[in-house]
């Protein structure tokens, strides 16, 4: 399959400049697997981006949070993808649940802004996943699909986008869907895109999986078949993300 371990840290809207500065130095100077085996992204708020690329070893990336739809202009608050793109930042998140859920972007919103960072030369990192209320009805398939669905109709090539499946009722509140769980959407995304998209799309898109990941959890889920890797929140803002970083490990010897 050749699909190369994946590892973004989602630092969210948390930090000082001093402490941004301490969790570079912590990862710049941790022993972790080569770039041939573990791909490292960090997303630290939008201010503190162009700091944190300056400082942070050559092997991580950075990305930013999230950016608009379209091309700048009378959009107040919001940021580019040309201006991360004129920043150096070549990765961006898009579709995560929190912007979703609290500022009710859409699914085709979301796969507007995947479509047209991707046009401007971002990787996109596309988050999906259902809340505890469509879990427990049932329908985290149909929702899960419905979201890849948006993305998939506005995009060509798949080349640069890593897709995240982050269970909503995981995310900052501790609960982890078990290996099973998380092993068993990420199998259905991956059919998903072998049925809609194609046979080649789905060998080779990287399905990463988010929610409450830690150095406690990260090995037994990095041994699922068709789990590429993490988006980690609260945990990528401590010195635990090392070992979640070296979790690539269990794929590379598998």
Known sequence: MGRTFFVGGNWKCNGTSEEVKKIVSTLNEAEVPSEDVVEVVVSPPFVFL???????????????????VRKGGAFTGEISSEMLINLGVPWVILGHSERRLLLGESNEFVGDKVAYALSQGLKVIACVGETLE?????????VVAAQTKAIAERIPNWTNVVLAYEPVWAIGTGKVATPAQAQEVHSVLRNWLHTNVSAEVASSTRIIYGGSVNGANCKELA??????GFLVGGASLKPEFVDIIKAATVKSSA
């Open 134 to 142: 469509q879990r427990e009805s049932g329908s985290t398939m149909d």
């Open 223 to 228: 041994a699922q078949p068709d789990l590429d």
């Open 50 to 68: 162009s700091l944190v690329k300056s400082l942070l070893r050559s092997d991580f990336s950075v990305a930013a949070q999230n950016c608009w």
